[in-house]
């Protein structure tokens, strides 16, 4: 089955902060959704972005569907973005495959 | 427009012991989905509803089951508890199939003793 891989598995940073979070996916995909996890264990969605770019705030996600991987970036980070960042495609069977995540802290 | 809401928050239950968990979907929406989130093995998909019909499983065993009701509403349940078990029960939900974007409930976590 597809394989999807996220990078790096753990992210330290200060507030202010920007970074780049990374989702590698190992086959064509009809849908792609980044999800915040937050401490208490709820997904929160953040982008549906099967192609293409979009900015939301201090957010904002890149796609490349024919080079199989997706962007997540924050810019001035805050210590509310701490949690699990998870990147999650459907191929053809409509159900989520979520990749391994990225844990961030953001320490003030 | 009220979330995806999941039932009971905590449970706690013994080996042996059987448990219902229910999930009712954002207004309108007609898929549910239900997925089993573990340290070890990460976030993995169990089953899908649309009308009252399952159409994707994914590769659990036999004693987690679950159902969808005309209103939308799902219920998971599993039999026979293992220690194994013990996880956090994310049910999401999205407006036709799981193509489009799933909205996830706050979860169940089930611990078993």
């Known amino acids: 089955g597809i394989q999807v891989e996220q990078s790096p598995p753990d992210l330290i940073l200060q507030e202010g902060a920007n970074s780049t979070l990374r989702c590698n996916f190992s086959?064509?995909?009809?849908?792609l959704q980044w999800f915040h996890q937050n401490p208490w264990g709820q997904l929160i969605n953040l982008f549906y972005?099967?192609?293409g770019t979009k900015q939301n705030g201090r957010l904002s996600a890149t796609t490349v569907a024919t080079e199989r991987y997706s962007l997540l970036y924050i810019s001035s980070s805050q210590t509310t973005d701490s949690g699990v960042y998870f990147c999650?495609?459907?191929?053809?069977?409509?159900?989520?495959?979520f990749g391994t995540g990225t844990r961030l802290q953001v320490f003030p | 427009k009220a979330g995806v809401t999941q039932t009971p928050r905590y449970l706690i239950k013994t080996r042996g012991q059987q448990v219902t968990l229910s999930c009712s979907p954002i207004?309108?929406?007609?898929?549910v989905s239900w997925y089993q989130q573990t340290p070890g093995q990460g976030l993995q998909f169990l089953f899908e509803?649309?009308?009252?019909?399952?159409?994707n499983k994914g590769n659990f065993p036999g004693r987690f089951s679950g159902r969808q009701f005309s209103n939308s509403r799902s219920e998971m349940n599993v039999s026979t508890l293992e220690l194994g078990d013990s996880a956090l029960y994310l049910c999401?939900?999205?407006?036709?199939?799981?193509?489009?974007?799933?909205?996830f409930g706050a979860g169940t976590r089930l611990s078993v003793l």
């Open positions: 972005i099967p192609s």
């Open positions: 509803y649309f009308s009252e019909t399952q159409r």
């Open positions: 086959d064509s995909v009809n849908n």
């Open positions: 207004s309108g929406h007609r898929s």
């Open positions: 999401a939900s999205s407006l036709t199939v799981a193509k489009n974007i799933q909205y």
């Open positions: 999650a495609v459907v191929r053809s069977t409509d159900k989520l495959i």
